[in-house]
């Protein structure tokens, strides 16, 4: 009998049990066989091959989703953005203020609260992602060639899923 619950015995039949990563005693599991490290590696290649494409246009990943997200035209606070493009507020920071530096986004009050400053995309900034987006599009249609329409929807689906501790 196993104890799930310390005022609930259950008894468990080891034909429900399922070890996705069962191992021998003394066996080592692998690396590469957690899904946290899949996961790494996945976003490692994926960002790579995209800040490939994007180098010809002298910007990083991060600059990419920084303009997409404010591309919508609705100002965000950087708690928000660092949120929105999964950065730090510090490396945010720097990197906001090389983009206000090359006019890319720029920083105004917030009509409803002027002690709260918000980002925007510059005209500049709108230009530079359209191409961007072009670039980031060529990225996913080679992955969606690569690994089927089917595969990629459900992948992305599975993620949303895992994002949302909903597995």
Same mark, same amino acid.
């Given at each position: 009998?196993?104890?799930?619950?310390?005022?609930?015995?259950?008894?468990?039949?080891?034909s429900e049990i399922v070890?996705?990563?069962?191992?021998?005693?003394?066996?080592?599991?692998?690396?590469?066989?957690?899904?946290?490290?899949?996961?790494?590696?996945?976003?490692?290649?994926?960002?790579?091959q995209l800040e490939s494409?994007?180098?010809?246009?002298?910007?990083?990943?991060e600059q990419w989703r920084?303009?997409? =997200?404010? !591309?919508? @035209? *609705?100002?965000?606070?950087?708690?928000?953005?660092?949120?929105?493009? %999964? #950065?730090?507020?510090? +490396?945010?920071?720097?990197?906001?203020?090389?983009?206000?530096?090359?006019?890319?986004?720029?920083?105004?009050?917030?009509?409803?609260?002027?002690?709260?400053?918000?980002?925007?995309?510059?005209?500049?900034?709108?230009?530079?992602?359209?191409?961007?987006?072009?670039?980031?599009?060529?990225?996913?249609?080679?992955? =969606?060639? !690569?690994? @089927? *329409?089917?595969?990629?929807?459900?992948?992305?689906?599975?993620?949303? %899923? #895992?994002?949302?501790? +909903?597995?």
């Amino acid at each position: 009998m196993m104890l799930l619950n310390t005022r609930v015995p259950v008894e468990i039949q080891s034909s429900e049990i399922v070890a996705p990563m069962a191992k021998l005693p003394g066996q080592e599991t692998l690396i590469t066989e957690y899904l946290a490290y899949r996961l790494a590696q996945a976003n490692r290649e994926i960002n790579r091959q995209l800040e490939s494409r994007l180098a010809g246009e002298g910007v990083p990943v991060e600059q990419w989703r920084i303009l997409k =997200v404010l !591309s919508d @035209g *609705n100002g965000r606070s950087m708690g928000e953005l660092a949120e929105a493009v %999964l #950065l730090n507020r510090p +490396t945010l920071t720097k990197i906001i203020d090389g983009m206000v530096l090359e006019a890319l986004v720029y920083r105004a009050s917030d009509p409803k609260d002027r002690r709260k400053v918000l980002m925007f995309c510059a005209e500049r900034g709108q230009i530079l992602r359209h191409r961007l987006d072009l670039l980031a599009m060529s990225q996913e249609a080679q992955i =969606v060639q !690569s690994c @089927g *329409n089917r595969s990629v929807s459900e992948l992305k689906r599975l993620l949303e %899923l #895992l994002i949302n501790n +909903t597995i």
